[in-house]
């Protein structure tokens, strides 16, 4: 993981270390979209003779989402800390917003979702204000009512939170 994050850093012109190929390697690993001090937890964790400091983590996250490797999403729920994902395409979240916590929307659902929403509306929207349309980004804020997946079972992950579980 850590050789494909130096690719990819190389790739875009960004100079790469070791400690912000381990930075990008733990993002690019979590499906949690983790916030910086989750992901100096994780480095520290896997990691723990290297030599990262928080200030690294969050230029390095910060680098990333300018040579578009990382995207940054604003802080919400009680500590409301910024949260960071890899996955740079747009992709339909979930968030709740007590706790800030930001979960995929699965795949096919999230495809069901941009597919239903209407052409016309689309095309109003583009007519009305000049704007072209490029792509749809869409974030779901709302809380969970039990920590439990569609599936009804929960996943507890290293850092405390729990993950859903993706069919």
């Not at 979209?33 to 030599?51: K, Q």
């Not at 992709?91 to 016309?120: A, F, M, N, Y």
Request: glycine share 6%.
């Amino acid at each position: 993981m850590i050789d494909m994050a130096r690719i990819k850093m190389s790739s875009c012109g960004m100079r790469c270390t070791h400690q912000r190929a381990v930075v990008y390697s733990t993002l690019a690993s979590s499906s949690e979209h983790p916030t910086a001090e989750e992901i100096y937890r994780l480095v520290l964790a896997d990691h723990p003779d290297l030599n990262v400091s928080m200030a690294t983590v969050y230029n390095t996250l910060e680098a990333l989402c300018s040579f578009g490797l990382a995207r940054k999403y604003p802080g919400l729920g009680r500590n409301g800390s910024a949260r960071y994902d890899a996955d740079c395409w747009c992709h339909p979240h979930l968030r709740d917003h007590d706790t800030g916590r930001i979960v995929d929307l699965p795949e096919e659902l999230g495809r069901e979702l941009l597919q239903s929403l209407p052409k016309e509306m689309i095309k109003k929207i583009e007519a009305r204000t000049g704007f072209t349309i490029e792509r749809i980004c869409l974030e779901l804020i709302g809380t969970y009512e039990s920590k439990a997946d569609a599936n009804g079972q929960t996943q507890a992950t290293s850092n405390g939170h729990t993950r859903v579980r993706q069919a």
